[in-house]
T-cell receptor, first 114, second 116 residues
Framework: ETGVTQSPTHLIKTRGQQVTLRCSSQ?????VSWYQQALGQGPQFIFQ???????GRGNFPPRFSGLQFPNYSSELNVNALELDDSALYLC?????????????FGPGTRLTVT | AQSVTQLGSHVSVSEGALVLLRCNYS??????LFWYVQYPNQGLQLLLK??????LVKGINGFEAEFKKSETSFHLTKPSAHMRDAAEYFC??????????????FGQGTILTVHP
């Protein structure tokens, strides 16, 4: 059974650019959640996708957007990058949206904005 | 709104000593509570979770936590620390039940150091 994978591992971008991060969910999981973890902080919920639809969003501006594909993999897109967007971006997949379901986290993508 | 406070950003113990990592939560509705561990350059791994069954929850690697509603706490303990327990630990809360889009609210994290 393949776990949650994310790509790329590391990324360096310049302020104002756009970035796309990718996540492959664990086999059988239809729900993907994205989190931003700034240095020295706990992860913060960005949004969740369930069966290709956004199913809840945290306190992040519209320049953070996402997609989920029919195979349940997902992308996180960030436009007009700002220095404060530098963080570890984690995705997590689960069997469904019930809050009791375990979320399985990927290793993350480290984004640096200069 | 929900929030989590982890008391102590760094905890240091000797190998074989008791591990106690503190977590207090705030929630206007019954919560589910979780402890995750994060090793360097890795994602988060679930240690244990409380989902309104037994208040004493046993997890992996010998960890356990007790849900105390009166104290709004969910402290993580392990009787005897091992070197391999050195990592960062996160307490998290979510709304109990339903499809509350699985949003986890995390604490700031506690870095556990284990000395030989």
């Amino acid at each position: 059974e393949t776990g949650v994978t994310q790509s790329p591992t590391h990324l360096i971008k310049t302020r104002g650019q756009q970035v796309t991060l990718r996540c492959s969910s664990q086999s059988g999981h239809n729900t993907v959640s994205w989190y931003q973890q700034a240095l020295g902080q706990g992860p913060q919920f960005i949004f969740q996708y369930y069966r290709e639809e956004e199913n809840g969003r945290g306190n992040f501006p519209p320049r953070f957007s996402g997609l989920q594909f029919p195979n349940y993999s997902s992308e996180l897109n960030v436009n007009a990058l700002e220095l404060d967007d530098s963080a570890l971006y984690l995705c997590a997949s689960s069997l469904g949206t019930e809050t009791s379901y375990e979320q399985y986290f990927g290793p993350g993508t480290r984004l640096t904005v200069t | 709104a929900q929030s989590v406070t982890q008391l102590g950003s760094h905890v240091s113990v000797s190998e074989g000593a008791l591990v106690l990592l503190r977590c207090n939560y705030s929630s206007s509705v019954p919560p589910y509570l979780f402890w995750y561990v994060q090793y360097p350059n890795q994602g988060l791994q679930l240690l244990l979770k409380y989902t309104s069954a037994a208040t004493l929850v046993k997890g992996i690697n010998g960890f356990e936590a007790e849900f105390k509603k009166s104290e709004t706490s969910f402290h993580l303990t392990k009787p005897s620390a091992h070197m391999r327990d050195a990592a960062e630990y996160f307490c998290a809360v979510s709304k109990a039940g339903g499809t509350s889009y699985g949003k986890l609210t995390f604490g700031q994290g506690t870095i556990l150091t284990v000395h030989p």
